[in-house]
T-cell receptor, first 114, second 116 residues
Framework: GDSVTQMEGPVTLSEEAFLTINCTYT??????LFWYVQYPGEGLQLLLK?????DKGSNKGFEATYRKETTSFHLEKGSVQVSDSAVYFC?????????????FGQGTILTVHP | GAGVSQTPSNKVTEKGKYVELRCDPI?????LYWYRQSLGQGPEFLIY????????DSGLPNDRFFAVRPEGSVSTLKIQRTERGDSAVYLC??????????????FGPGTRLTVL
């Protein structure tokens, strides 16, 4: 079945450090890929998405490129801020008979220190 | 405008009891989704409604779980004979139409269910 694997956390960085959170997936066909973020005390929010191979999603300084050859969708940010501290979830939608379903990874906790 | 709302925010019940969790989607969103999130895990899909009908209920874990959306707006997730393993945060989301990557799913704050 479809699955998403994220790098083990938690991740702790100093402000202005470079961030990478790895995400790989298993799916039949051509899934759409997402990163969702959950800030402390808030609900899940879509951060960025990519719907086909080689697409790059970007938002708030975060980027991720849909790599079909490596089945990956790694999240990157060049300079993190304290306000980026949150839980990040990689997810996919496989389409077809799973049209409405998002499959999530286990989440990665990011803490950024001043 | 108002986002997805869920009530109650917290529910504590005893093993074997019946519970109902409510979701109010964003106005005009025809698609509605239920997920369950256990501690330290990502959300796990339960069921997806398109309008009044369940388009995909493949994630419901067993027949103790049931969901309805009788008028195509508000949805209720019903759990019979609750078990301690049902303890989790239950998330609701809605989107303009069915998803598939084209329409963002907007999530509510969740209902934290604790079964004692």
């Amino acid at each position: 079945g479809d699955s998403v694997t994220q790098m083990e956390g938690p991740v702790t960085l100093s402000e202005e450090a470079f961030l990478t959170i790895n995400c790989t997936y298993t799916a039949t066909g051509y899934p759409s890929l997402f990163w969702y973020v959950q800030y402390p005390g808030e609900g899940l929010q879509l951060l960025l998405k990519a719907t086909k191979a080689d697409d790059k999603g970007s938002n708030k300084g975060f980027e991720a490129t849909y790599r079909k050859e490596t089945t990956s969708f790694h999240l990157e940010k060049g300079s993190v801020q304290v306000s980026d501290s949150a839980v990040y979830f990689c997810a996919l939608n496989a389409g077809g008979t799973s049209y409405g379903k998002l499959t999530f990874g286990q989440g990665t906790i990011l803490t950024v220190h001043p | 405008g108002a986002g997805v709302s869920q009530t109650p925010s917290n529910k504590v019940t005893e093993k074997g009891k019946y519970v109902e969790l409510r979701c109010d989607p964003i106005s005009g969103h025809t698609a509605l989704y239920w997920y369950r999130q256990s501690l330290g895990q990502g959300p796990e899909f339960l069921i997806y409604f398109q309008g009044t009908g369940a388009a995909d209920d493949s994630g419901l874990p067993n027949d103790r779980f049931f969901a309805v959306r009788p008028e195509g707006s508000v949805s209720t997730l019903k759990i019979q004979r609750t078990e301690r393993g049902d303890s989790a945060v239950y998330l609701c989301a809605s989107s303009l139409q069915g998803s598939g990557g084209r329409n963002e799913q907007f999530f509510g704050p969740g209902t934290r269910l604790t079964v004692l």
